[in-house]
């Protein structure tokens, strides 16, 4: 099975702050990662697929990127509205998620 | 808009089967892949499987022996059933489309709390 390691699992952020987390994949995944932000109660809403696409919708503040086994999403400058956590999925395989990271 | 909504009891006992609905609106339920997903309390999701138009299946081998997807695609709903509960499942259930295309769960249902307890 393939294991998908978010890092860190939580940080402390402030608004306009650049904002990074890193996905790392035990096997080759190509660019088949997705991220997702969950806030509590609610369902994840995509925001970016294959690594690097951004879903419909989703402000460009997003960004993610791919080198190897490791992925990262970015936010350029945190807004009140992104205190969330982000999961990242695998979509090459056994559709796997990460345990996330929380944002507050 | 595509709407999903599930549907089922937020109740049931060990050993017992879990039964739930989803109910698809705003998109051709002859397309596309439908899953169901779900998050135990303070944990990342699990994909638990989808089925595809004409049955086509495919089951997180973690939990394959004891799952069953399948669609009606007259009512535009698509069902879980999960059997031998315990409280291991306690989760919140989520249903979702899988777009093939872009490989990837673009839209959710609300999702449902299902508790296993005596």
């Known amino acids: 099975d393939i294991q998908m390691t978010q890092s860190p699992s939580s940080l402390s952020a402030s608004v306009g702050d650049r904002v990074t987390i890193t996905c790392r994949a035990s096997?080759?995944?190509?660019?088949?990662l997705n991220w997702y932000q969950q806030k509590p109660g609610k369902a994840p809403k995509l925001l970016i697929y294959?690594?690097?696409r951004l879903h419909s919708g989703v402000p460009s503040r997003f960004s993610g990127s791919a080198s190897g086994p490791d992925f990262t999403l970015t936010i350029s400058s945190l807004q009140p509205d992104d205190f969330a956590t982000y999961y990242c999925?695998?979509?090459?395989?056994?559709?796997?998620f990460g345990g996330g990271t929380r944002v507050e | 808009q595509v709407q999903l909504q599930e549907s089922g009891p937020g109740l049931v006992k060990p050993s017992e089967t879990l039964s739930l609905t989803c109910t698809v609106s705003?998109?051709?339920?002859?397309?596309?892949?439908w899953s169901w997903i779900r998050q135990p309390p303070g944990k990342g999701p699990e994909w638990i499987g989808y089925i595809y138009y004409g049955g086509d299946t495919k089951y997180n081998p973690s939990l394959r022996s004891r799952v069953t997807i399948s669609l009606d695609t007259s009512k535009s709903q698509f069902s879980l059933r999960l059997a031998s509960m315990t409280a291991a499942d306690t989760a919140v259930y989520y249903c979702?489309?899988?777009?093939?295309?872009?490989?990837?769960?673009?839209?959710w249902g609300q999702g449902l709390l299902v508790t296993v307890s005596a």
């Open positions: 096997q080759s995944i190509r660019t088949y």
């Open positions: 979702a489309r899988w777009d093939d295309y872009g490989d990837r769960f673009d839209y």
């Open positions: 294959a690594a690097s």
């Open positions: 705003g998109s051709s339920i002859s397309s596309y892949y």
């Open positions: 999925q695998e979509s090459h395989t056994s559709l796997t």
